[in-house]
T-cell receptor, first 117, second 114 residues
Framework: AQSVTQLDSQVPVFEEAPVELRCNYS??????LFWYVQYPNQGLQLLLK??????LVKGINGFEAEFNKSQTSFHLRKPSVHISDTAEYFC???????????????FGTGTRLQVTL | GAVVSQHPSWVICKSGTSVKIECRSL??????MFWYRQFPKQSLMLMAT?????????EQGVEKDKFLINHASLTLSTLTVTSAHPEDSSFYIC??????????FGSGTRLTVV
């Protein structure tokens, strides 16, 4: 089984400041890792994913994340945030490779990023 | 590509009635769909996994008789909340696997039972 921990439930940050949203996971098998963003009353939109290869993954909207196997982390970063980045961010994992119904996503509890002027 | 259309976006129903939520994959065949429930300011809780042509697999604690899931075709999965009660009010989201490593999500359905 897998588990995901997002230590920060809320992260307030000023516009144009850098931000890091933390994600740690636990798994006895290899995993794929994902970051999703959710705006109010909407579904989830994929920001980026790590499957294999380079541990630094670049996603949409200027976000990037780094996979650290030894620390079992997949922290999300953005060098300069915008007001429009205010949303809920979810880290998720699934066993790799994907096989059958076991390949469901396990989500963290989410981090609310609040960007202010 | 890989779009899932979820309807309705919101629904209000009376206690005791049933509500059906649909998720359609528009440009791919979704052999596996997932249904989630999300409480305010909380994470997504997986309710069940449905595979086309077979019975859904429900997570522990989810009442299969209350939350009926049908995945009769490769492009349509439905969740029916039967005999809905106020405690069933929530945000329901579907998701589909569209490749060996891709998941796409519907836009969600806000259910309010009065």
């Amino acid at each position: 089984a897998q588990s995901v921990t997002q230590l920060d439930s809320q992260v307030p940050v000023f516009e144009e400041a850098p931000v890091e949203l933390r994600c740690n996971y636990s798994s006895s098998v290899s995993v794929y890792l994902f970051w999703y963003v959710q705006y109010p009353n909407q579904g989830l939109q994929l920001l980026l994913k790590y499957l294999s290869g380079s541990t630094l993954v670049k996603g949409i909207n200027g976000f990037e994340a780094e996979f650290n196997k030894s620390q079992t982390s997949f922290h999300l970063r953005k060098p300069s945030v915008h007001i429009s980045d205010t949303a809920e961010y979810f880290c998720a994992v699934t066993p790799s490779p994907l096989t059958g119904t076991a390949s469901k996503l396990t989500f963290g509890t989410g981090t609310r990023l609040q960007v202010t002027l | 590509g890989a779009v899932v259309s979820q309807h309705p976006s919101w629904v209000i129903c009376k206690s005791g009635t049933s509500v059906k939520i649909e998720c359609r994959s528009l440009d791919f065949q979704a052999t596996t769909m997932f249904w989630y429930r999300q409480f305010p300011k909380q994470s997504l809780m997986l309710m069940a996994t449905s595979n086309e042509g077979s019975k859904a697999t429900y997570e522990q604690g989810v009442e299969k008789d209350k939350f009926l899931i049908n995945h009769a075709s490769l492009t349509l999965s439905t969740l029916t909340v039967t005999s809905a009660h106020p405690e069933d009010s929530s945000f329901y989201i579907c998701s589909a696997r569209f490749t060996n490593y891709g998941y796409t999500f519907g836009s969600g359905t806000r259910l309010t039972v009065v």
